[in-house]
């Protein structure tokens, strides 16, 4: 099919990075030796954290299960390689905040032995065993937002699913493991598509390529060549037209709106490495447990790896040969990547690229200088925001009208920062204002809950008294009737005055009560009420 | 060490904006100086002295980094606009004292750079010409020598003695007023007088060109967007030939209006001040529209000769709900 044919759209705003991806696409994907150890996170994706399979001291082969999916939201984690499981134990995690998680160590056993594989004729089965399928086999987005692909390979219900966008749009600045994937293996790429877009019942599928990438977008026209209803498209260069609604937008016209799901607009978007793994799910039988990872930043020689899950970070760079400098990796692009709290930690599923930082190439920024309203931030935004007022709010702790600004309409692409002249690290504002929003919602649902569960006590108490004095009045008009009958005298008195005669039988009720006790141990002596309310107790705000 | 992305960061800084505000003025100054003699540039040193001095002061009175933000350039614009909004032969306390009302006042007592609701250069312009109503009416003849120009600087005079006719000369749309209204005299007669030119004001001309022509470099650097300026200009265009072709008699015409006085210089850089004025782009189309309403009212019916400065003030205080009203729709809300 011919790119040319099809209308493309445009989003607004956008920024245009030096891009930096030469150096890395120099040279093809390479392998990588096994390391000494694996530490495999169980959780690598959005979702439940998987529930670890394994024991330590067990053999397990490569792609073998080490941690079943915790739910249907979840996803599958396998071994890099066979070996034995060493420990399993919490270590740090890929992610800024330095805290650690669960990890399965694994000790090569030099072997790499493969557990039985087989092809999966998707064609015969229900469309949801194929997706349980993909869950098990441990398939996520590999544009980095790691959500779990089987969840999202669902047509809404109610729009019949249109166009498939495959992102090979790849704009951040020194990533281009999607650009080395597609330029070597553009046909299986689109076989993982073509089984894509049959899950889906999708029309079409669009692969939409930043133009910046003319090696990528020919090899995959001369594969696409071979597939009915797959268009490749060389997309502008402007970062983020890889972001999912920036280059749902580009292809289709669609806004998703936040909050919306793109295939209630019959769209759905996968990244190409995602439709790369899912082609090795079903057509080889071979769960996700490796990706191409980007090596690139102060190295002698930045390139494209293909990396098990669980190397360790600074592993993979010295192949690359980490330049004297060095004094951090971070993981994904310079526009919304992360600081690694050590240079150890695990390539995991969302690591895109590893690029070795040092205080040459990403400066710390210069000193911060107050907003001059100068809306080069808003000019910047593709989300359409005003980004200076969101600041101006996020400071102010005016959390309310963050939210009215739309905040969570951000999707921190980091544009805004990038242009602003007073050099504000304005997505660190909105990170602070979301997390402070949702800590007082958590805190509100909270106390919401405690309340729900502190009136349904109080009107249960309400309720038992109540039917209590129902009773005794019911009791009390019993003995009232039978007295009449009897015409006794002592109860007699009671046609005089009722109250005389409650009193009576509550004096009655007592003096039975305190032989009781006397005969009972003194542990069962605590009044009615107090019992009552025991087991509530915990329950008081 | 650990900061967060983004990484990196475009070539950018406030410093970097307020130099490019100053690079465009320099067609105007050199218009300026070019037509009128050295004067302004002694009132452009003045400001810029006294300006860089307030600022460094309060900055340190405030227990803020004074390096950082004198050399933010920032204070230099504001003296720059007062210096060229101020009449280039007023004695040099005046332009002083303007500044330090501007800087001190305008600027720092309302929290510093990017906190002032008033643009702090027409809030000295307008307490000056309240309080100075006649020192700030004496505008340059041609004909005045540099010596004459000093002297009128710097000479120590009683203002009421100063021989003014000899150098002084009246601003086209102040011969206007007057004609108009003292003399009852019609448009086309006033006109005759020759301090008009061929657009606006004799000489002054030149200078609006050096502001129209920055200002368009101004846009095209992307410092300032379009929305203020062409607002503002066509609005001024329309309200003034509104009633130029109703009473051509008594209403001067629109290339007048847009060609003289402040016009340009508000239009370009004053108006566009980005701190005080609205930041969404309908804001800006609306706020531009109103100030250029505004401006010919108080031209044509108010008690100033301009209406730029209080325009700008008028308007400054409408900042916040004019961007609150207008908020443009976020990405997938535009049918909401």
Redesign the interface.
């Known amino acids: 099919m011919n790119a040319t044919l099809r209308k493309l759209f445009s ?2 705003g956008g ?1 245009k ?2 891009t930096n991806k030469l150096d890395s696409t120099r040279e093809p994907i390479a392998q990588l030796p096994l390391p000494a150890q694996f530490v495999v996170p169980l959780h690598q994706s959005v979702g439940g954290v998987p529930i670890p399979l394994v024991s330590v001291g067990q053999k397990v082969l490569k792609g073998e299960r080490v941690g079943a999916p915790d739910g249907n939201y979840s996803s599958a984690i396998h071994a890099p390689t066979s070996g034995t499981v060493v420990a399993i134990e919490p270590r740090l995690m890929a992610h ?1 905040s330095g805290l650690t998680m669960l990890c399965v160590v694994i000790e090569p056993d030099g072997k790499d032995e493969w557990i039985a594989t087989e092809k999966l004729a998707y064609h015969s089965l229900p469309a949801d065993e194929v997706r349980d399928y993909l869950r098990d086999a441990g398939v996520v987005g590999l544009g980095g937002a790691v959500f779990p692909s089987h969840v999202k390979l669902k047509a809404g219900k109610n729009t019949p699913m249109k166009t498939l966008v495959i992102n090979g749009a790849e704009c951040e ?1 020194f990533i281009t493991c999607d650009d080395l994937l597609m330029r070597e293996r553009p046909e299986l790429i689109l076989r993982g598509v073509a089984i894509m877009r049959e899950l889906l019942q999708a029309e079409e599928a669009v692969v939409g390529i930043e133009d910046n990438k003319p090696e990528a977008v020919a090899s995959m026209q001369a594969a696409a060549a071979k597939f009915e209803h797959i268009q490749i498209v060389a997309v502008p260069t402007r970062y983020p037209a890889g972001g999912a ?1 920036q280059l749902i ?1 580009v292809l289709t016209g669609i ?4 909050g ?1 799901r793109s295939t209630d607009y019959g769209v759905q978007c996968f990244n190409v490495g995602t439709a790369y793994a899912i082609y090795e799910a079903i057509e080889l039988g071979r769960p996700l447990i490796s990706r191409i990872v980007t090596v690139a930043g102060n190295v002698e020689k930045p390139r494209n790896y293909e990396v098990r899950f669980g190397t360790p970070m600074d592993f993979v760079a010295q192949h690359a040969g980490v330049k004297a400098g060095t ?2 990796f ?1 993981m ?1 692009g ?6 690694m709290p050590a240079l150890d930690v695990p390539v995991v599923k969302a690591t895109n690229c590893i690029i070795a ?1 040092s205080p040459a190439l ?1 400066p ?4 911060e ?8 931030c ?2 910047a935004c ?5 980004p ?2 969101m600041y101006w709010h996020s400071r102010a702790k005016n959390f309310g009208k963050t939210q009215e ?2 905040l969570f ?1 951000c999707i921190e692409c ?1 544009c805004c ?7 504000i ?1 304005l ?2 504002y909105y ?1 602070f204002a979301k997390t402070e929003i949702w800590a007082r919602e958590r805190q509100k649902d909270a106390a919401d809950s405690a309340r729900v569960r502190f009136e349904a006590r109080n009107d249960r108490i309400e309720r038992e008294k109540r039917e209590k004095a129902e009773k005794l009045a019911a009791r009390t008009a019993a003995a009232r009737s039978s007295a009449i009958t009897s015409g006794d005298a002592a109860i007699n008195a009671t046609e005089d005055d009722p109250k005389k005669a409650l009193i009576a039988a509550a004096m009655a009720r007592a003096k039975a009560q305190k032989a009781d006790a006397e005969h009972a141990a003194p542990v069962a002596a605590p009044a009615a009420s107090t019992s009552e309310s025991q087991p509530n107790a915990g329950e008081q705000p | 060490m650990l900061n967060n992305s983004p990484y990196i960061r475009a070539n950018n800084s406030v410093t970097r904006v307020m130099l490019k505000v100053l690079l465009a003025l320099l067609p105007a100054v050199a218009a300026y100086v070019w037509q009128f003699g050295i004067g302004v540039l002694v009132q452009l040193a003045l400001a810029s002295a006294t300006a860089l001095a307030a600022e460094a002061l309060v900055l340190k009175v405030r227990g803020k980094p004074v390096q950082l933000f004198v050399t933010d350039l920032s204070a230099i614009v504001t003296a720059w606009l007062i210096a060229l909004a101020f009449p280039s032969i007023g004695p040099w306390w005046m332009v002083v004292v303007g500044t330090a009302i501007a800087i001190v006042v305008g600027k720092h007592l309302y929290g510093g750079l990017g906190q002032n609701v008033f643009n702090p250069a027409m809030l000295a312009y307008a307490v000056m010409i309240v309080a100075f109503p006649s020192l700030m009416s004496q505008w340059p003849s041609s004909q005045l020598d540099t010596a004459g120009q000093f002297h009128a600087i710097f000479g120590i005079s009683d203002p009421a003695t100063r021989a003014l006719d000899a150098i002084t000369s009246a601003t086209p749309l102040d011969t206007l007023r007057t004609g108009l209204r003292a003399a009852g005299a019609s448009v086309d007669s006033v006109m005759q007088s020759q301090v008009f030119g061929w657009a606006g004001g004799k000489h002054w001309e030149w200078v609006t060109l050096g502001y129209l022509i920055g200002g368009v470099w101004l846009c095209q650097q992307k410092v300032i967007t379009w929305h203020i300026p062409t607002a503002f200009i066509v609005s001024l265009g329309v309200i003034s030939g509104l009633f130029w072709v109703i009473h051509p008699v008594h209403y001067a015409s629109p290339l007048l209006h847009i060609a003289a006085g402040a016009s340009m210089l508000g239009a370009f850089f004053i108006f566009t001040d980005p701190v005080s004025a609205a930041s969404t782009p309908r804001g800006k189309l609306i706020y531009a529209t109103c100030a250029a309403i505004l401006t010919y009212l108080i031209r044509e019916f108010g008690s100033f000769p301009d209406g730029v400065a209080f325009a700008t003030l008028l308007l400054n205080i409408c900042v916040p709900i004019i961007d609150m009203k207008t908020q443009p729709p976020v990405f997938g809300h535009k049918n909401d």
């Open positions: 989003f607004n920024v990075p030096q800024t600045p609604k937008r806004e998703v709106p936040h919306k004094d951090s971070v994904g310079p526009m919304m990547g992360f600081r930082s990403f710390p920024p210069p000193p200088m107050p907003c001059i309203r100068c809306g080069e808003a000019r593709p989300t359409d925001l005003q200076f007022e600004y739309h309409d980091g920062a990038y242009v602003c002249p007073s050099n690290p997505v660190d990170r």
